[in-house]
């Protein structure tokens, strides 16, 4: 019986060696020491340059170190370890996160900065409350405004006195707010991870809808999977709606699959974004002042489980919802026509984000007095 493939006994031995060039830095280091960790290995990649940039300044006055779990990184003080090992990591006095771990580093502060811009439902229903119980193992949450810290507390229940939930803006919006001006002659199409939402995903209707928008448009499709679901669409896993998409569309040349780490440059050449509750929607209406459509194929369920979340109550604002495909014509058309008096709508509910252009700044002067109040 074989214990370890050759690729987990590689990871293993990476971990060791890690673990052991990190603790000496951590025991001989004259600073405070932050960790900060990307758990999941599909999503690392789009991140590690805001993340970076944002803990530039702290990086001059502490010894900052960053853990992942891909072999492709080769950045100074970036370490491959498995989450598993984390909990051996000594002298340590701050770990932080982008996605929610579940071990951790003893007795060291920990910082969860929430990787969405709104208060999207965190997962499935089903998972919700697990979901919930894991983000309570974290001293502190950061958040992009007041209004998403009173949403968490008011739907998600977080109330444990134990964790301060600060609202401190969305350095990731702050990061890639300086889009070029490009003319639009694309539509992109992002649906969210079709794993963790399969009751709303868009993804058994793909295809129809890219039909619907060449009967009424010339403009190019750009479609962008969510980078959890990017292997199932690069390796030709076994699932039949993916499998439609990719063997009608791959070589359409009105049709491209964005596969790249960062979404900067789609979203900058689009005029508008068709998603389903993915939270990217508002990222983009926030980034390009341009509009949304949602599609919502179970309006009714998502109504009667999201109806409080300011995701739910502000997608009409930024852009358009169609209920099926027999309404996207409708929905498409309303878009195209009316296409420029959503900046007005998106601007205002973008002005409810705390901190614009100044979140950086926030992130880090909260993360530097966290790291004053450790003895």
Same mark, same amino acid.
């Not at 910082?111 to 502190?140: A, C, M, V, W």
């Not at 707010?177 to 709303?200: E, G, Q, R, T, V």
């Not at 309303?334 to 409810?352: A, G, P």
């Given at each position: 019986?074989?214990?370890?493939?050759?690729?987990?006994?590689?990871?293993?031995?990476?971990?060791?060696? @890690?673990? $052991?060039?990190?603790?000496?830095? +951590?025991?001989?280091?004259?600073?405070?020491? #932050?960790?900060?960790? !990307? %758990? *999941? /290995?599909?999503?690392?990649?789009?991140?590690?340059?805001?993340?970076?940039?944002?803990?530039?300044?702290?990086?001059?006055?502490?010894?900052?170190?960053?853990?992942?779990?891909?072999?492709?990184?080769?950045?100074?003080?970036?370490?491959?370890?498995?989450? @598993?090992? $984390?909990?051996?990591?000594?002298? +340590?006095?701050?770990?932080?996160?982008?996605? #929610?771990?579940?071990? !951790? %580093? *003893? /007795?060291?502060?920990?910082?969860?900065?929430?990787?969405?811009?709104?208060?999207?439902?965190?997962?499935?229903?089903?998972?919700?409350?697990?979901?919930?119980?894991?983000?309570?193992?974290?001293?502190?949450?950061?958040?992009?405004?007041?209004?998403?810290?009173?949403?968490?507390?008011?739907?998600?229940?977080?109330?444990?006195?134990?964790?301060?939930? #600060?609202?401190?803006?969305? %350095?990731?919006?702050?990061?890639?707010?300086?889009?070029?001006?490009?003319?639009?002659?694309?539509?992109?199409?992002?649906?969210?991870?079709?794993?963790?939402?399969?009751?709303?995903?868009?993804?058994?209707?793909?295809?129809?809808?890219?039909?619907?928008?060449?009967?009424?448009?010339?403009?190019?499709?750009?479609?962008?999977?969510?980078?959890?679901?990017?292997?199932?669409?690069?390796?030709?896993?076994?699932?039949?709606?993916?499998?439609?998409?990719?063997?009608?569309?791959?070589?359409?040349?009105?049709?491209?699959?964005?596969?790249?780490?960062?979404?900067?440059?789609?979203?900058?050449?689009?005029?508008?974004?068709?998603?389903?509750?993915?939270?990217?929607?508002?990222?983009?209406?926030?980034?390009?002042?341009?509009?949304?459509?949602?599609?919502?194929?179970?309006?009714?369920?998502?109504?009667?489980?999201?109806?409080?979340?300011?995701?739910?109550?502000?997608?009409?604002?930024?852009?358009?919802?169609?209920?099926?495909?027999?309404?996207?014509?409708?929905?498409?058309?309303?878009?195209?026509?009316?296409?420029?008096?959503?900046?007005?709508?998106?601007?205002?509910?973008?002005?409810?984000?705390?901190?614009?252009?100044?979140?950086?700044?926030?992130?880090?002067?909260?993360?530097?007095?966290?790291?004053?109040?450790?003895?």
């Amino acid at each position: 019986m074989q214990l370890f493939s050759p690729s987990k006994f590689l990871n293993f031995v990476n971990s060791i060696y @890690s673990l $052991l060039v990190i603790n000496f830095k +951590l025991k001989f280091s004259k600073k405070k020491t #932050i960790f900060f960790y !990307f %758990p *999941k /290995k599909d999503l690392t990649w789009k991140d590690v340059d805001y993340i970076q940039d944002l803990m530039k300044k702290l990086n001059k006055k502490y010894l900052v170190l960053y853990g992942h779990k891909l072999n492709s990184i080769k950045f100074d003080n970036f370490y491959f370890i498995n989450e @598993s090992f $984390l909990k051996y990591l000594k002298n +340590l006095n701050l770990f932080i996160s982008n996605y #929610i771990c579940d071990i !951790f %580093p *003893k /007795k060291s502060k920990k910082i969860y900065i929430h990787h969405s811009l709104y208060d999207t439902p965190l997962t499935g229903r089903k998972n919700e409350r697990q979901t919930i119980n894991r983000l309570k193992n974290y001293d502190f949450i950061f958040l992009s405004s007041k209004r998403i810290v009173k949403s968490f507390v008011n739907i998600f229940k977080i109330k444990n006195k134990n964790i301060k939930i #600060i609202p401190t803006g969305y %350095p990731r919006l702050d990061f890639f707010n300086k889009f070029k001006s490009i003319k639009k002659k694309n539509i992109i199409i992002a649906p969210a991870n079709f794993l963790a939402y399969p009751d709303h995903t868009m993804i058994y209707d793909v295809d129809k809808i890219i039909e619907k928008i060449r009967k009424i448009s010339n403009l190019k499709i750009i479609f962008r999977p969510h980078p959890a679901n990017r292997d199932y669409f690069k390796k030709n896993y076994k699932n039949i709606y993916v499998n439609k998409i990719i063997s009608k569309y791959s070589d359409d040349q009105n049709v491209f699959f964005d596969f790249s780490e960062d979404y900067s440059k789609s979203y900058s050449e689009t005029m508008f974004m068709i998603t389903d509750l993915s939270a990217t929607a508002f990222t983009y209406s926030f980034l390009t002042f341009n509009p949304v459509l949602f599609y919502s194929p179970k309006e009714n369920l998502f109504k009667k489980n999201y109806k409080n979340l300011n995701h739910y109550k502000d997608r009409k604002k930024i852009g358009e919802i169609a209920n099926n495909i027999g309404s996207l014509d409708k929905s498409l058309k309303k878009i195209f026509k009316n296409h420029k008096k959503y900046y007005s709508s998106i601007k205002l509910v973008r002005e409810k984000i705390d901190f614009i252009g100044k979140s950086k700044a926030k992130t880090i002067e909260y993360i530097d007095k966290i790291l004053n109040e450790i003895n």
